[in-house]
């Protein structure tokens, strides 16, 4: 999506009213306008206030749209009416988000105690949480079944050892191994019972030897997909393990279907999902259950950075031949997106310059003292870069904020909120 921003928005138009409460959250009510305006409205004020008397204020900052995520759990819900949404809360643990879903009674995913914790701090009831990590410790699988969260996800025999000996309270999945070809994110190298690893046949055994709860399936067909027809041939591979499960005597009820949505596919994916399960899975007493993480989040937020260096790439007769740039945020930071979520990320200028500049390759490196810190090796840019503009990147919510370090002691960007809808201001206490 392209925006034209010159001049400068005014960073308080009349439609706009701003509440700062003590957690910089901040309301624009603006209806329906769409998330990257209003994202790059407050982009524009943290611009506006960046003052070179206080390092700080100079930051990068991060804006995410409460109100998009509203509307993703909507399009869920419309989507996949059978699927309970169980959101992915390592993907982006931001406490407004979890708020937000908490209030609108999703159900969460968590990959540790520590979220378990944070969930629940939220006021969700523990049968509303999964414990998504088939290997766990021992001492967070035993907290979590104190804190009431019985629902686990196993794929191996050391885990189930651990439960028989240690939490034999646990509720199973079993998560079993896919076809994650199509995903950009692969899971299956590490998780997943199949070849070449333990079967899930031969963990159900165990876990009748040992008496241990199994009550369903888990996968997840690899994030980022882009192959919607991957949940066709879990579906089905999930409907044997449950007719498995049947022969020695377990009484199957959950089949989950992991995360791996995106935006640009979801309502293919959903189609292929309700689709196998109409045909593997007709009962309506079998609980479907998903975590999905990025597709809540992902296309939420906007990072915007400053230019902190330039210099120009010549040729051995001082000819410019490409320039690269320095941002005030990088590989370290919120970009280590690019590394390990694969993301490519394209900047575009916050405010437009001059219309008849001719496009020029940039090179763009992160902050650190490193030079691996180069979350943009190549890009056209229709504008001129020079030092002190602000840059901007799209679909920045999924991956990034919680991936962040702070390696040379930059802290992490600062992170803003707006919404872009009545309905989540609302059910966030802004309205
Ligand atoms: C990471 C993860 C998710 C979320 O995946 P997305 O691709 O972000 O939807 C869901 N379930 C498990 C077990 C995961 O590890």
Request: glycine content about 8%; some cysteine.
């Amino acid at each position: 999506m392209s925006l034209e921003l010159s001049p400068p928005l005014t960073p308080r138009s009349s439609s706009t009213s701003i509440n700062h409460d003590t957690h910089e959250t901040y309301e624009c009510r603006v209806g329906r306008e769409k998330t990257l305006q209003i994202a790059l409205k407050k982009a524009n004020e943290h611009v506006d206030a960046a003052n070179i008397d206080d390092y700080m204020s100079q930051r990068a900052c991060l804006v995410g749209d409460m109100g998009e995520v509203y509307r993703q759990h909507k399009r869920w819900k419309q989507n996949l009416p059978r699927v309970t949404p169980h959101y992915a809360v390592k993907c982006n643990p931001d406490p407004v988000v979890l708020r937000l879903l908490a209030n609108l009674e999703a159900h969460f995913d968590c990959a540790s105690m520590p979220e378990i914790e944070t969930v629940l701090a939220h006021g969700v009831h523990p049968t509303k949480i999964i414990f998504a990590h088939p290997r766990k410790e021992i001492s967070q699988a035993r907290a979590a079944i104190k804190s009431g969260v019985l629902r686990m996800t196993t794929d191996s025999e050391q885990d189930l050892v651990n439960a028989r000996d240690y939490f034999p309270e646990a509720e199973f999945l079993v998560r079993i191994s896919t076809d994650d070809s199509g995903s950009k994110c692969q899971l299956g190298s590490k998780f997943g019972a199949g070849e070449p690893f333990d079967t899930p046949q031969k963990l159900l055994g165990m876990g009748k030897e040992w008496g241990l709860k199994f009550t369903g399936v888990s996968f997840h067909i690899g994030s980022n997909s882009s192959d919607p027809s991957a949940f066709i041939k879990a579906v089905a591979n999930s409907r044997a393990i449950f007719n498995y499960a049947a022969e020695l005597g377990y009484d199957f009820k959950v089949l989950d279907v992991g995360g791996g949505f995106t935006n640009d596919l979801f309502e293919e994916m959903a189609d292929h999902l309700n689709r196998a399960l109409a045909q593997y899975f007709p009962s309506p007493t079998v609980e479907i259950i998903g975590e999905p993480g990025r597709f809540y989040v992902g296309s939420a937020y906007v990072l915007a950075a400053q230019v902190t260096g330039t210099r120009d790439v010549k040729d051995p007769f001082e000819r410019v031949v490409g320039c690269q740039y320095d941002i005030n945020e990088g590989n370290y930071g919120l970009l280590a997106s690019t590394i390990s979520d694969h993301q490519e990320v394209i900047p575009q200028v916050l405010r437009k310059r001059d219309p008849t500049y001719a496009p020029t390759t940039y090179r763009v490196f992160g902050p650190t003292c490193d030079a691996w810190d180069n979350p943009v090796d190549s890009y056209n840019a229709s504008d001129k870069i020079s030092y002190g503009d602000w840059v901007y990147f799209e679909g920045m919510g999924a991956y990034t904020y919680p991936c962040a370090t702070e390696f040379n002691g930059n802290p992490k960007a600062k992170a803003y909120h707006v919404s872009s809808e009545m309905e989540a201001s609302a059910r966030l206490g802004w309205a």
